[in-house]
């Protein structure tokens, strides 16, 4: 398979200007998948101005024929779905039945619901003053940057790209430096289908070199960032020179509250796909398990035997079920926060360690950890972004909803009953943009996906992405208004 390792500018693939490269690797062996071009900030400026260039013709282009380009690229995915789910699966470790059967149908998914929306986003007339039409139109913001963190990086294209496009504006896109391959792939097919140059630009950089600089961009109009709340605060620090608009999709620490009158088999196996999906390298990943105490013993014999029994592996083969995370050093993080839990009196009951299957050695395997701990611990306040849960235990509806909201993030949360009043008094009393009920971390690219709190602000997909890539302009007209004049002579 041909990889594309050049930077994405102006609608040519080029090398950066100052010769650097990043060495991207497979976190199955640790080998080296490619060195790709890194982009620094003299790429960052070609590509901000290739965008500022593209953004008047772009934006007056019939919303009808942006959303036919996006539907377009939509269908180009589809049919490089297989290439571009290896592709993923060889750069971030996710199982190649996942990269297959979830995240590139989501993403062919996302481009087409945004397609369609692009003529959509209709405007408003406003009841004023007789003799005065008042009506406002969404207009697009400019250039976007958009910076995404490793754990989905081809869904992300869809999820950044989708609505900004669709309303109008140009993209500038950094990609993780750890995953850049898919996103690369993607922009060979933007090109493919015919986009005009400079709408789209995708540069792979560092985050602290390329992305603090697109950050900080006069002549970008908004950053929309994936990825840590540590990183969410560097954003919005630099956007202040242009106060350009910023949206926060940021860390979770997700509640799974399991209550005594839920059902055990479903909740076990929702739970464990809530945590364990995708190594546990999820933001919405259900990472604080919170069982009532009557059933926590039952429901941890169930879910113990099934975490067990996942099959760790490599991501190409079909039959993984577990793959690597996506490098050495996030690995070694999560193996220290076994050490974290220990020092503060937690009990690891499985995992905690690499497999002992000598042929996963050289790769970032991490077993499914299970570790039960106190509330007030750093393991279930802080985001370990790994197949690692935490275990506590509850006896009552208040004191699970003060746990539940008892972190700074307030992204996800999920809760397993077949209590109706319960399920909807416990989810309007959960501090977070989204809750699951009898399952979790269903997303769909109508809803809008995003955080409270320390987990951010601004949502992706559904049509409040839409208005998020727009502002509001009132236009006045005086058709027929008699309108003394406020000085007299
Ligand atoms: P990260 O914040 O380290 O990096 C994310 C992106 O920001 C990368 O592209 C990186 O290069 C860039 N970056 C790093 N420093 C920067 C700086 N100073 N200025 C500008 N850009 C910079 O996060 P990560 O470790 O790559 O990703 C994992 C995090 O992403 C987790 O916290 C996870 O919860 C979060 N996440 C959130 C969502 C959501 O929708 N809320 C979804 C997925 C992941």
């Not at 235990?393 to 993030?409: K, L, W």
Request: aromatic share 8%; proline share 6%.
């Amino acid at each position: 398979m041909k990889l594309q390792t050049r930077l994405f500018i102006g609608g040519e693939f080029v090398e950066a200007r100052r010769g650097g490269t990043i060495e991207t690797l497979n976190p199955h062996d640790n080998s080296k998948l490619a060195a790709v071009a890194e982009a620094t900030e003299p790429d960052v400026d070609d590509a901000v101005s290739a965008a500022s260039k593209a953004f008047p013709a772009w934006r007056d282009t019939a919303a009808a024929d942006r959303g036919r380009l996006i539907a377009k690229l939509a269908d180009a995915i589809e049919a490089h779905r297989d290439e571009l789910a290896e592709v993923e699966s060889l750069d971030t470790g996710h199982p190649i039945r996942d990269t297959r059967n979830l995240d590139l149908p989501r993403t062919v998914a996302v481009f087409r619901y945004f397609g369609g929306m692009a003529d959509k986003l209709q405007g408003s007339v406003i009841p004023v003053e007789q003799g005065l039409l008042n009506y406002v139109v969404r207009e697009p913001l400019g250039v976007v940057g958009q910076i995404v963190p490793w754990n989905f990086p081809v869904m992300f294209t869809s999820w950044k790209m989708g609505p900004a496009l669709a309303a109008g504006n140009c993209v500038v896109l950094k990609p993780a430096e750890l995953t850049p391959l898919s996103s690369l792939k993607i922009a060979e097919l933007v090109r493919e289908v015919g986009f005009p140059a400079g709408v789209v630009n995708i540069i792979p950089g560092y985050g602290n070199v390329a992305g603090q600089y697109l950050a900080a961009h006069p002549q970008v109009h908004k950053i929309a960032f994936t990825g840590s709340t540590m990183t969410g605060r560097k954003i919005v620090e630099a956007s202040a020179g242009n106060l350009k608009r910023v949206q926060l999709e940021l860390g979770g620490k997700g509640a799974n509250i399991v209550f005594d009158d839920a059902d055990l088999n479903a909740a076990i196996n929702g739970s464990a796909f809530a945590i364990f999906h995708n190594q546990g390298q999820a933001c919405i990943a259900g990472s604080r398990l919170l069982l009532h105490e009557k059933i926590a013993d039952q429901f941890l014999d169930g879910f113990l035997k099934l975490a067990a029994s996942i099959k760790l592996g490599n991501p190409l083969d079909p039959a993984t079920e577990m793959g690597p995370l996506t490098s050495t050093q996030h690995r070694d993080r999560v193996l220290g926060y076994c050490k974290i839990a220990q020092e503060q009196g937690g009990e690891i009951i499985l995992g905690g360690k690499a497999p002992a299957d000598s042929a996963l050695a050289p790769g970032c395997y991490v077993m499914p950890t299970v570790v039960r701990a106190r509330p007030t611990d750093r393991v279930c306040q802080e985001e370990v972004f790994g197949p690692f849960v935490a275990v506590s235990t509850f006896r009552d509806d208040a004191e699970v909803i003060e746990i539940a909201n008892g972190t700074s993030y307030g992204l996800g949360g999920g809760l397993w009953t077949s209590n109706l009043q319960r399920a909807h008094l416990i989810a309007r009393h959960m501090i977070t943009g989204m809750v699951w009920i009898n399952c979790y971390k269903r997303f769909n690219p109508g809803s809008p996906f995003g955080g409270v709190r320390g987990s951010g602000y601004g949502r992706d997909m559904g049509f409040e992405a839409m208005t998020e890539y727009t502002t509001p302009k009132s236009v006045w007209v005086n058709v027929d208004a008699k309108i003394p004049p406020f000085y007299a002579r």
